[in-house]
């Protein structure tokens, strides 16, 4: 019987992972905004792809609005397998540095989106970047 726990240890696997905040959490948009010191609304106007890199995604996205800190008129963002965007798609960043991974929160974003019932949870992601920001489109 001492046997059994002793291949157990010599035989166990090892895991690993990793704990973010779900950024579909109706708190989440807060949470970004107070831990982030730059939030930005920017258009992704080039891309490339590079396996051989850790961030394997770099983008250069035109700044269309500064919600939160201050920043260039284009900004280069790095991210790893969990960024891929849409060439001329707008999305709102919550940027710590330039680099972004799973755990940033990165989302489609129009400030057309307030005047559109039939997309709640759009339209409730936009009315709480501007309740937080006091930005008026």
Known sequence: MKIIP???LLFSSASFGWECADPRQPGSIEEFWNERPL??????ISGKY???SKEEYQYVVAVKHVLKGSAEKSLSIQGDFSL???MSEQ???????NKIDF???VLPFSYSWLERPDI???????EKVVELSGYKP
């Open 6 to 8: 002793i291949i157990l």
């Open 39 to 44: 939030v930005v609304v920017a258009q992704v």
């Open 50 to 52: 590079d396996q051989n």
């Open 84 to 86: 891929q965007l849409k």
């Open 91 to 97: 999305y709102i960043f919550f940027v710590k540095n």
């Open 103 to 105: 755990c940033d929160l």
């Open 120 to 126: 709640p949870v759009e339209r409730a992601r936009v």
